[in-house]
């Protein structure tokens, strides 16, 4: 890709980033494209079609994706939802696969920063390091705690935490809208259906959101948040950070 292409390197940029630091993190950038249906197993297996390259982190440019968790038994769960300006951290690639894995809700795309990259930004940046454990980290922690959240909130306030998470990543792109199916948001929240609808038809008769065609619109963010009861906005505001 051309270095002007490249969407990560305008976001370093703008964040900041000491040149000769982006130098290094975009200097083998792969674009990726995805369309609607196609799964990324994540960390082996990544169709990227790269050759032996070995990728650590992607970023999302364009898009929406679904992480999904299965589990011995055969089930499987959702556990949030990915727009562009988020990022997939890969731990690392083993020979037995993984358990997690992405489902492109719409067509996407992702650029892959190679793993040698990574590491030869954080042996030159020590403060790189520090960054990109510590988000590393968070990811993996906040991860683990939407599953909990998951057990802990009463349905109604699950659905409309996931539903703020998603729009204050929309509203960072100037968009108030998205195309998703009930089913999507019913996996994600463990809800059924019906629920998901009587919820959705609570907001739109509040005035917070009209929901037509599979497409949520949202007209009143700060109504949305104060939905949210005050014990759940702390994990409101960590998930910011992502």
């Known amino acids: 890709m051309k270095s002007s292409e490249i969407m990560l390197r305008q976001v370093l940029v703008k964040r900041q980033f000491e040149q000769s630091?982006?130098?290094?993190?975009?200097?083998?950038?792969?674009?990726?494209?995805?369309?609607?249906?196609?799964i990324i197993e994540m960390p082996k297996g990544i169709s990227?079609?790269?050759?032996?390259k070995q990728v650590g982190v992607g970023f999302v440019r364009a898009g929406t994706l679904m992480r999904q968790v299965s589990f011995l038994d055969g089930s499987m769960t959702s556990t949030g939802i990915l727009f562009s300006g988020h990022y997939l951290y890969v731990n690392g690639h083993n020979t037995r696969g993984s358990s997690v894995r992405y489902l492109c809700v719409e067509n996407a795309e992702i650029e892959w920063v190679e793993t040698?990259?990574?590491?030869?930004?954080?042996?030159a940046y020590p403060q790189f390091l520090d960054l990109y454990v510590e988000r590393r980290n968070l990811y993996s922690?906040?991860?683990?705690?939407?599953?909990?959240?998951?057990?802990?909130?009463?349905?109604?306030?699950?659905?409309i935490f996931t539903l703020a998470t998603?729009?204050?990543?929309?509203?960072?792109?100037?968009?108030?809208?998205?195309?998703?199916?009930?089913?999507?948001?019913?996996?994600?929240t463990g809800v059924t259906r019906q629920y998901y609808s009587k919820v959705l038809s609570e907001l739109r008769a509040e005035g917070i959101i009209s929901n037509h065609y599979g497409r949520i619109k949202l007209f009143d963010y700060p109504a949305l948040l104060e939905l949210l009861e005050p014990n759940i906005c702390t994990h409101y505001e960590l998930y910011q950070v992502t």
């Open 21 to 38: 630091l982006i130098d290094i993190l975009t200097q083998d950038v792969h674009l990726q494209a995805l369309s609607k249906g196609d």
């Open 116 to 123: 040698k990259d990574i590491y030869q930004a954080c042996f």
């Open 48 to 52: 990227l079609n790269f050759g032996t």
């Open 141 to 159: 922690r906040l991860v683990e705690e939407y599953l909990l959240l998951r057990t802990l909130l009463s349905k109604r306030d699950h659905i």
């Open 166 to 188: 998603i729009f204050s990543a929309k509203l960072k792109r100037q968009e108030d809208d998205m195309k998703i199916t009930i089913e999507d948001l019913c996996s994600i």
